[in-house]
C-alpha cells in the first residue's frame, strides 16, 4: 500500500519530505512486526539485539557501555534492558574487577537457548519485508547512502 494512502495524505512537500515521512512510518511499521513476532517469547527487539551482540562476543564478557554503543537504537535505557534480562536468566551480570563501577556482562546458556530457537524462525522475521534478495540490497544500499 502506497504511503499517501497509508497515512492519508495525498500530497507532499517534495519527493525528500514524502521519502522520510514514508521511511519513519515504515519503521514504525517494522517496530510493530518485530514486536508481534517476539511477543510469545517474553522479548522485545532492544532485547534480542543485546542478545545477539552478546552471542557475538560469547564467551568473552562486555561492558554496557560497548553494548549501548553496538545498539540498533541509541537510545535505549541499557541498563533497565539488562536488569530484565538478568531477571529473565538470559544473561549474567559481574562486577569488573579491575573497575567496581562496571559490570562484565555475558550471555547464559539459557539465552543462546533463545536464541538458537529464534533463528529456527527467523524466516518469518525476514520475509515481513516483502522483497526479493536483490530489492533488499538495494534498500540497504540506498539507506547507506542516505545515512552518509
Known amino acids: 500500500m502506497k504511503i499517501e494512502d497509508e497515512i492519508q ?3 507532499f512537500r517534495n519527493a525528500y519530505q514524502k521519502a522520510v515521512i514514508n521511511l519513519l512510518f ?7 512486526k518485530q514486536q508481534e513476532f ?10 534480542f539485539n543485546i542478545l545477539r551482540i552478546l552471542k557475538g562476543q560469547h564467551p568473552k564478557s562486555i561492558s ?9 537504537d ?28 562496571a559490570a562484565d556482562i555475558t550471555i547464559t546458556d539459557a539465552g ?8 529456527k524462525i527467523q524466516k518469518e522475521v ?3 519485508l516483502q522483497l526479493t534478495e536483490g530489492e533488499a540490497t538495494q534498500l540497504s544500499n540506498l ?5 552518509g
Not at 26 to 32: E, L, R, V
Not at 38 to 47: L, S
Not at 143 to 147: E, F, G, I, Y
Open 74 to 101: 541509541k537510545n535505549s535505557d541499557v541498563s533497565r534492558l539488562l536488569d530484565r534480562l538478568v531477571a529473565k536468566q538470559w544473561i549474567e551480570k559481574k562486577v569488573c574487577p579491575s573497575d567496581k563501577r
Open 143 to 147: 539507506l547507506d547512502k542516505a545515512r
Open 112 to 119: 543462546l537457548e533463545l536464541l538458537a530457537t529464534l533463528s
Open 26 to 32: 515504515t519503521s514504525g511499521w517494522m517496530t510493530n
Open 64 to 72: 554496557a557501555t560497548a553494548i549501548k554503543a553496538r545498539m540498533l
Open 38 to 47: 517476539f511477543k510469545p517469547y517474553g522479548i522485545t527487539g532492544q532485547q
Open 126 to 128: 525476514d520475509g515481513i
Open 9 to 11: 495524505q495525498p500530497t
